[in-house]
């Protein structure tokens, strides 16, 4: 059974920054491109981060330059550096990852619990 735990969020003040990590266990092949979505009260959930499996990366407008993503494959984790952050941050942070695992042995979408971070002074 492969599980995405997220860990990291808090509360945290305006212009401050916060590390999220997420750790993927469970019977793991190979995780293919890994996500960090955000979802703010009242709001849809929106996609924030990309990585890939070659360490290619990508995010959307609002926070680029204040968030990167990275990964460590040997410990199969994903962190997300945010800097800079502003009350408009404040959102439940989703680990998602596309995850080869034992005995299926193709790619399946996985998520994590989400971690809540608050930005407010």
């Known amino acids: 059974q492969v599980r995405l735990v997220e860990s990291g969020g808090g509360l945290e003040h305006p212009g401050g920054s916060l590390r999220l990590s997420c750790a993927a266990s469970?019977?793991?092949?190979?995780?293919?491109?890994m996500r960090w979505y955000r979802q703010a009260p009242g709001k849809e959930r929106e996609l924030v981060a990309t990585?890939?499996?070659?360490?290619?990366?990508n995010y959307a407008d609002s926070v680029k330059g204040r968030f990167g993503v990275s990964r460590d494959g040997a410990e199969n984790t994903m962190y997300l550096q945010m800097n800079s952050l502003k009350p408009e941050d404040t959102a439940i942070y989703y680990c998602?990852?596309?995850?080869?695992?034992?005995?299926?042995?193709?790619?399946?979408?996985?998520w994590g619990k989400g971690t809540l971070v608050t930005v407010s002074s």
């Open positions: 998602n990852a596309d995850i080869i695992s034992s005995p299926a042995f193709y790619a399946m979408n996985y």
């Open positions: 469970g019977s793991i092949v190979s995780i293919n491109a």
């Open positions: 990585i890939t499996s070659g360490g290619g990366t």
